[in-house]
């Protein structure tokens, strides 16, 4: 049954990509209704079938001959699988609601079919990526996925942004495939095949070693590891936003299950391993949010906090390795249910996000921050979902944020006080601690600045004073974001339940219920105290609404202290509100200050605006970029497109093949 479900989730998915491309002309309103029936109904099955694994915890497999050496379809949905399959369809399906009406604006001059099929081939290639079990066919759904993910980025291909942002991404994700090729290279020799249940691995620390690093950087490109990230900033502010919400929420996860399902694979870690994805998440983590904190486009802000949100769910699983591998199997299991669960939680809270940023951008017709405001008034249902959102994403209980990461706290404190000696896993402890609580402040000010100036206030132009609330299809993918932001994080002792079939098949089951019962205690306390919170509150909104009934009620400026007849030119800009938390870290974001200030006593106009660039683009990335650049310049003299030529060149290698051979 499980098997069957999915088999139909991915035929619809791809029956409806190849529907969209159907000739239907630039309008666009049949491709735009196949699209989002086709997604839905793709989502349907495999969410069904998610939940019956997760239920049973039974995993079951369907292998298919295929003729292509090395190859074999070999599928597969377990525990882990299917965590990721439920997030994945969950986040796809309202993607694609969302979308129908997003892309209205876009039918009078773009034909959409384009966009919905790779949409759709998106959603169906990131399915067969967490259900494959073959090394060549996981390679053929990862490139899959890549390439429409890449289409989708360049939908509006015409803008010089777009292109550049396009070439970044396909650099970044073809480097990252690269050392995939090489990790199953190395297993499938090994093993002499490529499906994962015969993978063996060389004998030896290092050679295991080597694979584990093959894995991190592989899936880490894709994930969006510092320094690896650097695709993000520019990708997902130029692919349309339930695009941007897809990526972020739940492609760049396949990076997390690809490397979860790796080390799964290699035996047991070495303790290194463990530091590796500690200092790799901290850094992350806090640089993430660092950046995003210098930011004036909203989307590209969202960008960076998935960084950050990546760096909390290294922590996480560096603290399931750490644990595993110095003996704390209680401390392993509460980092790896925290990191785990921290994946549906950030794909749920950075989907709203990025759906709100969308309606946002849409109503006032820009993503600079510094020209919005004013639009909670405007448009009350986005203010208020996106509102849940920051909460959620900064760790605020009773959001969902904070569910996750209080598990990932919880074990940090525990390799503190459990690990006897100083050193080793108390230092590793004590890392995430800092790095959570230094993330945690940060991107509560960063949200603080995103809200206040894209919300409150008064609109600095008139688009931003005339945008109207979004239409319901939007509203409906946010609402329902929303309303799981508080769900998951009042029932949080159920959502754990989420994880634990997962963290199960990757531990031992009896100790990871052990240790669930132990924390589902504790969130059960904080739960109560949620709902305690809400009612508290309701009950005092219900009271101040009897006391006024029957009252006359006049509304007037609260404090009119030279604020009587507000004006945009009072407000902070983000660059001005950001500006003493970027001062204080300036010697690593090394922002650029631009301040004119007139001499007059009275000046009529004054402005402060900062600029940062990313220094792993700048000094790592780009120098790499123009060399690569200048070669295929100097290269390109050898393209003459004379067939002659090109006949000599296949000559020349073919002897050159035979000369080695002789030698």
């Excluded at 049973?56 to 295929?66: E, F, H, K, N, Q």
């Excluded at 949620?530 to 009950?539: C, E, L, N, R, Y």
């Amino acid at each position: 049954m499980v098997m069957g479900l999915m088999m139909i989730s991915l035929a619809v998915l791809l029956a409806g990509s190849g529907l969209c491309l159907l000739p239907g002309g630039p309008a666009g309103g049949n491709t735009s209704r196949t699209g989002v029936i086709t997604g839905v109904a793709g989502a349907v099955p495999a969410i069904i079938a998610a939940l019956v694994v997760l239920e049973t915890g039974t995993a079951v497999s369907l292998r298919l001959p295929w003729p292509v050496p090395f190859g074999s379809f070999y599928v597969a949905v377990d525990p882990l699988s299917a965590f990721f399959i439920l997030t994945i369809s969950l986040v796809c399906a309202l993607a694609a609601v969302y979308g129908t009406a997003y892309l209205d604006a876009y039918r009078a001059g773009k034909n959409l079919g384009p966009a919905w099929a790779f949409f759709n081939l998106l959603f169906a290639s990131m399915l067969l990526v967490v259900i494959s079990r073959n090394g060549l066919l996981f390679l053929v759904a990862w490139e899959t996925m890549s390439l429409s993910s890449f289409f989708l980025v360049m939908f509006e291909h015409e803008k010089q942004e777009v292109r550049l942002a396009g070439w970044v991404y396909l650099v970044a994700a073809h480097a990252g495939q690269a050392c995939l090729m090489f990790l199953f290279v190395f297993l499938g020799r090994q093993s002499g095949t490529l499906d994962f249940d015969a993978f063996t691995v060389p004998p030896g620390a290092a050679a295991a070693g080597v694979l584990f690093l093959l894995a991190v950087a592989g899936f880490g490109a894709k994930a969006g590891f510092l320094p690896l990230h650097v695709w993000l900033p520019d990708a997902h502010p130029a692919a349309p936003s339930h695009v941007s919400a897809v990526m972020s929420g739940v492609m760049i996860k396949t990076g997390i299950y690809g490397l979860v399902r790796i080390i799964s694979l290699l035996g047991m870690p070495a303790q290194w391993w463990g530091w590796t994805l500690i200092l790799v998440g901290a850094v992350s983590g806090v640089m993430g949010v660092l950046f995003a904190l210098a930011q004036h486009d909203i989307k590209r802000l969202l960008a960076y906090h998935s960084v950050e949100n990546i760096g909390i769910i290294s922590l996480g699983l560096g603290l399931w390795l750490l644990g595993v591998s110095t003996g704390h199997p209680a401390l392993a299991a509460l980092g790896l249910m925290g990191g785990l669960l921290h994946v549906i939680n950030h794909a749920v809270f950075k989907s709203l996000l990025f759906f709100g940023a969308g309606a946002v951008a849409h109503a006032a017709g820009t993503r600079n921050m510094d020209v919005m405001g004013g639009l909670a008034k405007r448009m009350p249902r986005t203010a208020l979902a996106f509102g849940i959102g920051s909460a959620a994403i900064c760790g605020l209980p009773p959001f969902n944020g904070f569910v996750s990461e209080f598990l990932i706290y919880l074990a940090a404190f525990g390799l503190i006080t459990g690990a006897g000696v100083p050193g080793g896993p108390m230092a590793g402890g004590l890392i995430v601690l800092a790095a959570l609580g230094l993330i945690g402040g940060l991107a509560a000010a960063c949200f603080a600045k995103v809200f206040g100036i894209v919300f409150l206030g008064e609109p600095r132009t008139p688009q931003a004073a005339e945008a109207h609330e979004a239409p319901a299809a939007m509203r409906f993918s946010m609402i329902t974001l929303a309303v799981l932001c508080i769900a998951l994080g009042l029932a949080a002792p159920l959502a754990v339940r989420l994880v634990l079939p997962a963290a199960g098949q990757l531990l031992d089951s009896a100790q990871v219920s052990a240790v669930s019962l132990m924390a589902g205690g504790l969130l059960w306390k904080i739960s109560w105290g949620g709902f305690a919170f809400i009612a508290v509150s309701g009950f005092l909104w219900g009271l101040r609404r009897r006391l006024l009934t029957g009252r006359v009620n006049t509304t007037g400026p609260t404090w009119d202290c030279g604020y009587a007849a507000p004006d945009s030119r009072m407000q902070y800009t983000a660059s001005s509100f950001a500006w003493p938390v970027i001062d204080m870290f300036k010697w690593i974001i090394r922002p650029k200050l631009r301040v004119s200030v007139g001499q007059d006593f009275f000046p009529r106009r004054a402005g402060l605006s900062s600029h940062s660039s990313d220094p792993f683009r700048r000094n790592l990335f780009d120098p790499l970029f123009r060399a690569v650049s200048e070669l295929a310049r100097r290269t390109h003299v050898l393209q003459q497109g004379r067939n002659q030529l090109y006949v000599l060149y296949i000559a020349v290698t073919v002897l050159v093949l035979l000369l080695v051979k002789v030698k």
